[in-house]
Each structure stands twice: as C-alpha cells, then as structure tokens.
C-alpha cells in the first residue's frame, strides 16, 4: 500500500538511456540518496497532486533544498506555495516548461519563477536540458520573482489557443470553399516561406495523415478539451483590464465546440445555405498574418501589464526569445518579436509591423466579411480585426456608455 512496487525500476530497465541513473519507489530512500541542498523537479499533474507530494515531501527535506514544479500549475498556487515553503526555508521554483512530448526528448523552453539565488543554484542543471536558440544560447531563463514562471506560462498557452484557433479557422475557410485536408495542406505547405511556425508545421502533417486511405481529420469528433491555462489566461485578462480578446474567443470556440448535441439540434431549425466564399489563398494569408501580429500584441501587453502590477520585472524580449524554439509557439514571428521588444514593449509601433498591418488590413476585412456573410464562425479572425479596429481609433462611442453610466446612476462624466 502507498508504493509504487517496482514502478520506476521497470521503467528504468526499459530504457537503456537511463543505465546510469538510480530509480526508487520508496520516497524517503531517494530524498536520502541525494546531495545537500537537494534539488527536486517534480512533473506530475498540477493542481491537488502536487500538494499531496509537498506534504510527504517537505518532512524528509532540510533547509535549503529546493523544489522545482515543472507542471502546469496556477501561479496563484505556486504563489503560496513558495511562501508555505519560505516558512522552513525550502525553496520553491515554479517552472514552466513548453514543448509536449517532442520538448521533453528535444529540450523544451523552459520559464522557471522563484527566489533569484536558488534559481542560481540550479541554472546549471535546467539550461542543459533546454532548448536552444538559434544563437545557441538555452531556450530557459530566469523570469522572475513569485508566481512569474507560471504566470508566464499561462500567457504562453493563452496565445498558443489563438494560434491553434487560427489555423483551425483557416482550415475551416478552406474546408468551406470545398478543400479536402491534403489540398489544404498543399496550399499551407506554400505558406511556409512566409508565416512558418511549429503549429503551422504540424497542422501540415495532420491535414496529410490518412487512415485506411481516408483523411484522419474527417473521422475526428469536434468537440475541442482544455485543461484549464486558457481559462486562467482569460480571467487574468479580465482582472488585469487588458483586452486579450482573441485569447477569451479562443478558449470559447473551444466551450462553443463541446456543446456538439445542441449545435447539432440548432442546425436542424437554423438550416445553412451552401457558402461561396469568394477568396483566395493570398488574402487568406495576409488576413493570418495581421491576425496573428494582433494575437502575439495582445499576449505581450498582457504580461506587461502583469509585470507592472505583480512586479514580476518581466523581460519582453528574453521571453519571446526563450519561446523561440523548444516550445509549442514557436516561429518566425516570435524570432522577429526579440529585437522589436527590447525598444517597445507595444510592438504595433515597430516600423515593420506597421508596413505589415498597413498592407493587409484590406485582406483581413475582406476575409471577415466574406466569412460572416456566408454563414461561418471565424471567432479569433473577425475579433482581431475589431480590436484592430478599435485600438486604432481615436473616436469610440464609449461617449455614450459615460453618459449612460452618469444618467442611471451618477456615475460623473469627464
Ligand atoms: C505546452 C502545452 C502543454 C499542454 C497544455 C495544453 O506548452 O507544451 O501548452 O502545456 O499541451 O496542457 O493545454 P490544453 O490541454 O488546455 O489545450
């Protein structure tokens, strides 16, 4: 009872990789096998199992030792956590690590969080596993004080919601003008040479496998999972006044996705014409690369605003950087993204980006109103090119919501 027999010496038996290391199923033994001050990285599922492993964990451990969560975990957790541990001067570093099953044989990017010595302590150890960037320097960097590495984490899921939702919605375009998924991979293989991306890349792959000579896609139930960094990116969103709408559409197509019954029934009453979409491959492109700069401003300026108000000190440009490769969103954008924030954290103001929202603002429109009028849901599209539209400009009807807001209940107005 309460062990795991033989659990890891099996697995340790399995692959030859691990001959030289040690595998144990009873938790005191190991926490004795290992030099002072210890340092342990957990990986199992966030949330009650990793206060279940810090109860048994924290009597067999001294002061000093540190504890690394490499999980998932909300960094208001993580938060008290670390002040839990301070109490018997344990160390706590919430790590977050992006990259999947690929990252964890590869080097994922990793985004440790906690008190700066201990993560001095052990820097050496997490920047061998990691990633590196095209420079050669490890795709992990210390990110901040508190909760920091989780908190960033999150955004980083935050923004890779919208840049699946994106693809999905492309597929979607095109699925609607009659592709098949290897035509549609076809015209995404072309687009490589100008938006390529880790997702890009293995969206290609999925629109091409094929299971008993039938597209994969086509026998996959539309009903999308999620467990849980969206949500949290979107209420932090929320709390922190920043308008990171494409990450809330995002995680709600997810939400609109998994009442399949209910669509199913609505679409029986609200019946659908045949759409007709009048696009071409180009302005679908364009309208992705707008959508996309939009996607990654907003995700940036939400963790300024965290850094400001959590006084997490957040390095824009060392974030962008370490999400460069290892992780799930990496890409050309983001390899763009390191210079332009190390001069403005607000990265519609770099020359580029303007050059480049300027030339496909038409495109995006174009997109927006050829897919709403024909009947598809475009969530992350049709939002980006309102925020575009409203951040840019200078006369809202939010005149009207003051005057409103002081009729009913005296709100004053300026
Ligand atoms: C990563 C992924 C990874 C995981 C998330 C995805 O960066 O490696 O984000 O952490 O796949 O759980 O979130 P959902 O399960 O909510 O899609």
């Known amino acids: 009872p309460n062990s795991e027999e033989n659990i890891a010496v099996n697995f340790k038996k399995q692959h030859p990789e691990l001959e030289n290391t040690e595998a144990y199923d009873d938790l005191t033994a190991f926490v004795h096998s290992i030099q002072v001050p210890r340092k342990i990285l957990l990986m199992v599922n966030a949330g009650a199992t990793i206060d279940i492993i810090l109860n048994e964990l924290t009597p067999l451990l001294s002061k000093g030792d540190i504890i690394i969560d490499g999980g998932n975990s909300h960094y208001a957790d993580t938060e008290r956590r670390i002040q839990n541990l301070d109490k018997k001067q344990i160390h706590f570093i919430g790590c977050g690590i992006s990259g999947g099953e690929q990252g964890a044989l590869k080097g994922p990017s990793m985004m440790p969080g906690g008190n700066e010595n201990a993560y001095a302590k052990i820097e050496k150890y997490l920047t061998p596993i990691a990633a590196k960037d095209k420079n050669g320097k490890p795709c992990c960097t210390y990110i901040g004080r508190g909760g920091s590495g989780h908190y960033v984490k999150t955004i980083h899921n935050g923004i890779e919601y919208v840049e699946m939702q994106l693809l999905a919605e492309v597929y979607h375009i095109f699925h609607k003008m009659g592709k098949n998924p290897s035509e549609i991979a076809t015209i995404l293989n072309t687009w490589k040479n100008e938006v390529n991306s880790f997702l890009l890349e293995i969206t290609i792959d999925i629109l091409s496998t094929l299971e008993n000579d039938e597209p994969l896609l086509n026998k996959i139930l539309d009903k999308a999972g999620n467990k849980g960094t969206g949500n949290w990116a979107t209420i932090s969103s929320a709390e922190l006044g920043i308008p990171s709408t494409l990450i809330a559409s995002s995680l709600f197509a997810r939400y609109i996705s ?78 763009g993204l390191v210079s332009i924030l190390k001069s403005t954290t607000n990265i519609l103001i770099n020359d580029s980006i303007i050059d480049c929202l300027t030339d496909n603002k038409n495109s995006l429109t174009k997109l927006v109103v050829e897919s709403v009028s024909n009947g598809l849901t475009i969530p992350c599209f049709s939002d980006a090119l309102n925020y575009f539209n409203g951040i840019t400009e200078e006369n809202l009807p939010a005149n009207l919501i003051q005057a409103q807001r002081d009729y009913f209940g005296a709100h004053t107005y300026q």
């Open 258 to 335: 998994s009442f399949k019954d209910e669509r199913t029934a609505l679409n029986q009453i609200y019946q659908k014409k045949q759409a007709h979409l009048n696009l071409d491959n180009d302005t679908i492109l364009q309208a992705y690369k707008l959508a996309r700069i939009i996607n990654h401003h907003q995700g940036f300026q939400l963790l300024n605003e965290a850094s400001n108000s959590f006084d997490y000190e957040l390095n824009l440009s060392e974030i962008a950087r370490i999400w460069t490769n290892g992780c799930i969103i990496r890409s050309e954008l983001m390899e």
